[in-house]
């Protein structure tokens, strides 16, 4: 019987820590940019940002018919993780859903997600490389960022109709 309860509370262990690592990442990365940004008088919320490093894996715009037909709810962005156990966002997917399949439209690596005003502080020695990642990562990583990035992807796709 102690076997058997040692090998639940492994399972249960790991279990756990598999479905609760990338809520307390994006824990500390709020925690983290909140300090940052009062420190250096931020709303990082209304940074502004670039899609110009967007890759789109599809010429724009589309006649392929699934993209062509889709709507704004069909564009599904799906955060792209480097490890199962410590997590650390490396992009963001944006797909087409459709009945047939997902179709990966475009891909923004977090490294080339820049923020200009970040750049600039980041020149002036105020933050280093590892908190403009930081930062940019959960600046990506918000619901608000998603649904803006979702609304032009939209507009690419159809060509800015």
Request: proline letters at 3%; glycine letters at 2%.
């Amino acid at each position: 019987m102690t076997e058997f309860s040692i090998i639940i509370s492994a399972i249960i262990f790991i279990s756990v820590l598999l479905l609760s690592n990338r809520y307390f990442y994006f824990l500390e990365l709020k925690a983290f940019t909140n300090r940052v940004s009062r420190t250096l008088g931020l709303d990082v919320l209304q940074l502004d940002y670039s899609f110009e490093q967007m890759v789109y894996f599809i010429s724009l715009p589309s006649n392929i018919p699934v993209i062509k037909k889709a709507k704004q709810e069909d564009i599904l962005i799906k955060c792209v993780y480097t490890s199962l156990f410590f997590p650390r966002l490396s992009g963001i997917k944006i797909l087409i859903k459709s009945n047939e399949e997902n179709r990966v439209v475009a891909y923004l690596p977090i490294k080339d997600f820049r923020l200009p005003t970040l750049d600039r502080i980041q020149e002036e020695g105020k933050i280093n490389e590892s908190s403009y990642l930081k930062i940019s990562t959960y600046k990506l990583s918000h619901s608000t960022t998603l649904k803006e990035i979702s609304e032009e992807v939209f507009k690419q796709i159809h060509g800015n109709q």
